[in-house]
């Protein structure tokens, strides 16, 4: 599946992956406890509360939180700044995340975007935040475009 991150319709998205499995209505009415009406009404969500995204992501072997990480790392990427070395020594029990993971998926979508002409690898750096290093191997490893 080539999906664009931007916009995410997490309803839509559960119901295209379950039929890519084969999984039934009734199944996955029984799964989640929920009424076919009610099942309707999740495939029509733009949101869908964390719980059941998770039974979702079970029963479909699909993990639908990473579309969101995929967005996060898309449209708003984690910045490293000097606030985030104080929260080390104030304790803070929250995990921090220290480096971005750039999926197959993402890496697919940037080279896209650069093999389209729709963006410029400058834009690329400058819109995304990716490192221009990091953009560099990836053109080079895909040969997309020439130096």
């Given at each position: 599946?080539?999906?664009?991150?931007?916009?995410?319709?997490?309803?839509?998205?559960?119901?295209?992956?379950?039929?890519?499995?084969?999984?039934?209505?009734?199944?996955?009415?029984?799964?989640?406890?929920?009424?076919?009406?009610?099942?309707?009404?999740?495939?029509?969500?733009?949101?869908?509360?964390?719980?059941?995204?998770?039974?979702?992501?079970?029963?479909?072997?699909?993990?639908?939180?990473?579309?969101y990480s995929q967005h996060l790392l898309?449209?708003?990427?984690?910045?490293?700044?000097?606030?985030?070395?104080?929260?080390?020594?104030?304790?803070?029990?929250?995990?921090?995340?220290?480096?971005?993971?750039?999926?197959?998926?993402?890496?697919?979508?940037?080279?896209?975007?650069?093999?389209?002409?729709?963006?410029?690898?400058?834009?690329?750096?400058?819109?995304?935040?990716?490192?221009?290093?990091?953009?560099?191997k990836w053109i080079k490893k895909h040969?997309?475009?020439?130096?």
């Open positions: 599946m080539n999906y664009k991150f931007k916009e995410i319709n997490i309803g839509n998205l559960i119901k295209l992956v379950a039929k890519e499995k084969n999984i039934t209505n009734d199944r996955l009415c029984n799964y989640l406890k929920i009424s076919e009406i009610e099942l309707f009404k999740l495939y029509q969500s733009e949101s869908v509360d964390t719980e059941i995204l998770l039974q979702c992501s079970k029963l479909l072997e699909y993990d639908f939180f990473r579309i898309l449209y708003a990427p984690f910045t490293i700044n000097t606030k985030n070395s104080s929260l080390k020594k104030s304790g803070k029990k929250l995990p921090e995340f220290r480096k971005n993971l750039y999926t197959p998926e993402i890496i697919s979508f940037i080279i896209e975007l650069i093999e389209t002409q729709q963006k410029t690898p400058l834009d690329i750096i400058n819109e995304y935040r990716i490192p221009k290093s990091t953009l560099y040969n997309t475009i020439e130096d």
